[in-house]
């Protein structure tokens, strides 16, 4: 029994071009097609922000706001923008942690537990809420007295 390897066809440079060319363009294609595509997205997405995007930037834009009213000690100041955080977020930790300084501050201690009750209820993890609930009960007893 003899094998012949020989006898099979080679194929032609034009054979192998038109079997491996064509589907490369047609892959360059789709790719370039997709890409186009997720570029639009892309750019309509960053030029429309969601309304949740939107939402969230206010809620940060405030809280730096009130977080400098803190540091300049305007606390009733922060007191206000703190609470227009809340309407626009009612579960924002940050906004219930910092009414919980600023209240402790103008020594309005059961609003200020309140708050840090709140802000802990939100995230059981908040260490600085936990440490200023603990600063504003021992204060409250200690006015208690």
Not at 93 to 104: E, R, V
Not at 114 to 123: G, S, Y
Request: glycine letters at 2%; proline letters at 3%.
């Amino acid at each position: 029994m003899n094998i012949n390897f020989f006898n099979k066809k080679v194929p032609s440079f034009l054979e192998y071009l038109i079997f491996l060319i064509i589907p490369f363009i047609i892959f360059i294609l789709l790719v370039s097609k997709n890409k186009n595509t997720i570029e639009e997205k892309a750019a309509q997405d960053q030029i429309e922000p969601t309304l949740s995007e939107k939402k969230l930037d206010q809620e940060n834009n405030l809280i730096q706001l009130a977080i400098k009213q803190m540091v300049q000690k305007n606390y009733s100041e922060s007191i206000k923008i703190n609470l227009e955080v809340l309407k626009i977020n009612e579960n924002n930790k940050i906004a219930h942690n910092n009414l919980c300084y600023a209240y402790g501050e103008i020594e309005e201690y059961k609003k200020g537990i309140t708050h840090c009750e709140r802000a802990i209820a939100l995230d059981p993890n908040f260490q600085l809420a936990k440490n200023n609930l603990n600063f504003l009960k021992r204060t409250l007893a200690k006015n208690n007295k």
